[in-house]
Structures are given as C-alpha cells and as structure tokens.
C-alpha cells in the first residue's frame, strides 16, 4: 500500500521575527521542516511533498541538505489561502497507484512528531478503511487548536477552529494536531466541497470532517500519547521548548541504549548521531552532524565533535573533532583541535594544544605536544616533538608534508612543505627543514652552539650581580 506524505510548510512565522523562514530554524542542529521529512520518510511514504509559500528558496536550499532529499519534492502555494488549498495542490502530482493509498498531512512547524506515530495513524486508517484518521491530544489549556467535536456515540463529527467555536465548543479539551492519515481515493472531490465562510477566510482543511460524515464515511481519531510530538514552534520560546524536549527523548534514549551520560543536562547530542554501548560522555560535550562514536570510548568534558567517526576505545578530552575519522584506540586532548579531512589510524595520539588540518596520522603515530599539522601525513609510530610546525603555506599555495614510518622529528622543528622526511629518520631539535631528508638519515640544521667560558660570570659583575 503506497504512502505519500504531504508538509505542509507554506506559512510567514511572523512571530520567530526572523529573516529566514520559519520551518528552516534549527531544533537540536535539524531544521524543523528536516525533521519533519524525515519521519515521514521513516514512516513508510515512498514520496514526501512540501508545500511552500513564503521564501521558497530558502526552503527548498534547506530540503536539498535533508538526508533523504532524493525522496522530498516541492511544490509551490502562492496563494495561502488555507490549509485545504494547500492539499488540493498536490492533486495532479500522484500516480494511479498512489491514488489507491494513504496520504498523510503533516505540519512543517511541528518536528517532534514520531514515525512509529505517523505509521499507526495510518495503520488505523487503513484498517478500519476509514476516509481518514486525525491525531488528537489533550490538553488542559487548548487555546488557539481547533476542537475535536463528538456526537454522544463519541464518534467524531467536526473540528471547529479555536476562532469560530462557541464559548461551548472552546471548553473541549481534545484539539487538533494537524496530524492526519487520509484515503486518497475520492479525496480531492471532498476537498473541492470546502468553503471559506469562517473567522478567517481560509479553505480549512479541518472542515473535510464534517464532509466525510455527511457522505456516511467513517473518520477516526487517534489521541498521541506524548503531546511533546504535536508541540508546533511559532515563536523563539516555542522553538527552545521544542528542542528542551528532543534533548530529553535523545538524552534518554542513549542512556537506555548503554552509553553514559555524567551529565545528561550538559550533554547536547544530535539526532543523527549514533553511538555505541558503554560510551561514557562527560559534561559539557556537543555531539553534532552524522557523528558515530565506537564502543568504549570516552568523550569529554569539553569536548564538541561534528560530522566525525570515533572507533573503539578512543579518548577525546577537551578538544575539537570537525569531519574527522578516528581509529580505534585512539586519544585526542586535552584543548586539540582537529580541523576538517583528518585521519587517524589506530593508537595514533594527539596530545596536549594541537592544531590538524587534513593531516593522515598512520598507526600509532604521536603528536603528543602544542604542534600544528596541516596537510600532512606522519608515518606508522613516527613520534613529532613538541612545538613541531608544518608550514604548509607560503603566502600564494597549500604544500604537502610527508613524514615516513618509525622517523623522529625533534622539538620545535620546522617542516617547510613541500617536503618528505624519509622512513626511520631523525630531524635534530629547531631545524628549519626545507629540503627532503633521506630514509635513515640525521638532519639538522642549525648554527653551531658557541659556549664562552666566564662570560656569564663576568656580564654578572659588570652589572653589580643583578644578572
Ligand atoms: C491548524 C488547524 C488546527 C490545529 C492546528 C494545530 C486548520 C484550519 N487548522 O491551525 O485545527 O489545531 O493547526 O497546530 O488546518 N499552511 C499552508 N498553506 C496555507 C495555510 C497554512 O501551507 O494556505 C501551513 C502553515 O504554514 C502551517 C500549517 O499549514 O505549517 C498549519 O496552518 P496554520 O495557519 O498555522 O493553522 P493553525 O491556525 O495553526
Ligand atoms: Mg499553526
């Protein structure tokens, strides 16, 4: 049985005062019309339609980066003129096939709606070949929602919309998530029996209801057990509740999964992140992007790792790791910083203050201490002494350094790239190295040491015993 979503994400968010559209603002690192997407494509739809309207563009630009964007199409509402109009547009896009299945709504402002959710109300609509299925929640204070009406058999006969309901109709608890499941067959014909006769003028999707009913159809109600999944973001406050609450479902959810989380409060994982059981994340870490961590390892305090792969038993403390792949038994920190295009190959160690950049560290490599390497590969066990620099650009291009297997570049030593210091061989301490070192090989390059005898002793005199 085939499935298509439909978002419903045309509207101006006038409320977040913001320059960008709404639906694009991000909840825990996703933008809400992302998420959105992404639980209808993991609901089962084959395809995902978004409605847009207002800066288009940048919705479309914001759809384009989703992960399943080969699935998501678009399709433009010039006139908002409701949420009914917003489905009839989508009317000549289906399939036959299509037409013979489900189509669910969404709204692009509501991210925390689950796919399990989505799949049951359609399972429910389905089943009980009902014309559609609406998620309901109940709420203590419904104010602005539009109202579940019921007949004394508790079937649902309406929605009324929270500025058209009587002073009767406005103390009903259960509204309207904007959540439904329909059948499609015979749908758009329903749809064209909408008027726009209310507070709003709109074509309000919500008066398929009564439609349904008059034509003796069965519409269903599901009531969602978690309300935080119907939670829809119209302002900042809204938008920093929404994403309190996913930090909640995420925190937990890798806690039940075996990882340990020292301070859950302070612990900021994203939804694409996946990571292994005995985990143990300490305070103040930001896990963002499609990162994975491997089993065992141990990230933080401090820390932020973005867009990387961690492997097994690896230590990241205090430090930065960005679009990054991490071996196995590795260890990073404490303060290092692992820009972009990094590697390192197991047991590698990056210490104390360190800047990488697209560096390759081969199998347990060190670069224990305060050192920035750039565009480089270290060789298999080849130690880097403290305060080593790549100097991989001179003003005008990028250049390679190419450090062999078991070398040893002493400290404070100088690597002026495009060089290669060959396997197993040693660079004194404070050379400037420009030129290839030979494997095996001693370089060194710097001027003789002069001692002169007494000197100290007589500079200290001369100067009354100050120095
Ligand atoms: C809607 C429901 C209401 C429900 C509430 C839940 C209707 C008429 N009412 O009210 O019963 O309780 O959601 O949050 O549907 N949109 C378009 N094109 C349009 C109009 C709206 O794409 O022409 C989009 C909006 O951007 C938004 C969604 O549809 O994402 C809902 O529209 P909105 O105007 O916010 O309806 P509500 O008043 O919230
Ligand atoms: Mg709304």
Same mark, same amino acid.
């Given at each position: ?293 491997? !089993? ?100 005008? !291009? ?70």
């Amino acid at each position: 049985m085939s499935i298509t979503a439909l978002v419903l994400a045309a509207g101006n968010g006038t409320r977040m005062k913001s320059e960008k559209p709404k639906v694009t603002h991000e909840v825990m690192g996703v933008p809400m019309v992302n998420l959105v997407v992404e639980a209808a494509r993991n609901a089962g739809a084959g395809r995902v339609i978004v409605v847009t309207g207002h800066q288009s563009e940048l919705v479309c630009d914001c759809l384009n980066k989703c992960c399943c964007a080969e699935y998501v199409e678009t399709v433009y509402q010039a006139d908002r003129c409701g949420t009914a109009n917003a489905v009839q547009l989508i009317e000549g896009m289906l399939t036959e096939e299509e037409r013979k299945g489900t189509l669910v709504v969404l709204a692009g402002d509501v991210p925390l709606i689950r796919p399990e959710t989505i799949r049951t109300l359609v399972d429910d609509c389905v089943s009980s070949n009902a014309a559609m299925s609406v998620l309901t929640a109940k709420f203590k204070k419904p104010a602005g929602y539009g109202r579940i009406m019921r007949d004394t058999d508790d079937h649902v006969v309406g929605i009324v919309e929270d500025k058209d309901a009587t002073p009767e109709e406005l103390k009903i608890c259960e509204t309207n998530t904007g959540t439904y499941a329909f059948a499609l067959d015979g749908l758009f014909e329903r749809l064209r029996r909408i008027s726009n006769d209310n507070a709003k003028g709109e074509y309000y999707l919500t008066d398929i209801v009564k439609v349904c009913c008059d034509d003796g159809l069965t519409v269903r109600a599901m009531r969602v057990k978690d309300t935080d999944e119907t939670k829809g973001v119209n302002d900042r406050a809204q938008l920093a509740g929404v994403s309190a609450a996913l930090h909640k479902r995420i925190t937990r959810r890798w806690m039940a999964e075996g990882v340990t989380l020292i301070s859950p409060k302070t612990t900021w994982i994203g939804p694409h992140v996946t990571i292994d059981s005995d985990v143990e994340i300490w305070p103040n870490t930001y896990l963002r992007g499609h990162t994975r961590i491997g !089993k065992g390892s141990t990230i933080g305090p401090d820390s932020r790792v973005v867009d990387s792969t961690v492997g097994e038993q690896v230590t990241i403390d205090s430090s930065i790791v960005l679009e990054s792949e991490v071996g196995d038994f590795c260890s990073i920190g404490p303060r290092s910083y692992l820009r972009p295009g990094c590697k390192l190959e197991t047991g590698a160690k990056v210490g104390t203050s360190c800047e990488l950049k697209n560096a390759h560290l081969k199998a347990g490599a060190k670069v224990p201490h305060l050192s920035y390497i750039g565009d480089a590969t270290i060789g298999k066990s080849t130690n880097i002494g403290a305060g080593v620099i790549t100097c991989n650009y001179d003003g005008f !291009k990028k250049s390679r350094t190419e450090v062999g297997d078991n070398a040893f570049v002493g400290s404070d030593v100088m690597l002026v790239a495009p060089v290669a210091i060959g396997d197993g061989a040693i660079v004194g301490a404070g050379s400037v190295i420009s030129r290839d070192v030979p494997a095996d090989a001693m370089a060194l390059e710097r001027s003789d040491q002069r001692n002169e005898e007494g000197m100290a002793k007589f500079l200290r005199e001369m100067s009354g015993g100050d120095v």
